[in-house]
């Protein structure tokens, strides 16, 4: 069972940087897919950014491209989120996921099977 557990979060000026990060716990054997999601009040959960273990491949959502990098300690039990140029509209909750083996082709929170808490941004312009 893959557990996993966000961090970094704070309140930033807008402009600013954050980075989060994600320990995770009882990886399995073998390649995973990972990635960040994030909630807006009364929204679905859209996904932000997304790696795949077995070739460090990332995709990123258009609104935090050029802005956001995501990424994995070499022992691939940590995933972070460097967040930098913060605006106002990416005030919101994020959370990582995992699931085994490789990335589906579009980032919907229903290929991911595990989740984290969350952990609250929020931009101040």
């Known amino acids: 069972q893959v557990q996993l557990v966000e961090s970094g979060g704070g309140s930033v000026q807008a402009g600013g940087s954050l980075r989060l990060s994600c320990s995770s716990s009882g990886n399995p054997y073998g390649h995973y897919c990972m990635g960040w999601f994030r909630q807006f009040p009364g929204k679905g959960r859209e996904g932000v950014a997304r790696?795949?273990?077995?070739?460090?491949?990332?995709y990123y959502a258009d609104s935090v491209k050029g802005r956001f990098t995501i990424s994995q300690d070499n022992a691939k039990t940590t995933l972070y989120l460097q967040m930098n140029s913060l605006k106002s509209e990416d005030t919101a909750m994020y959370y990582c996921a995992a699931r085994y083996g490789a990335c589906w082709a579009t980032m919907t929170p229903f290929g991911f099977a595990y989740w984290g808490q969350g952990t609250q941004v929020t931009v101040s312009s």
């Open positions: 790696i795949y273990s077995g070739s460090n491949i990332t």
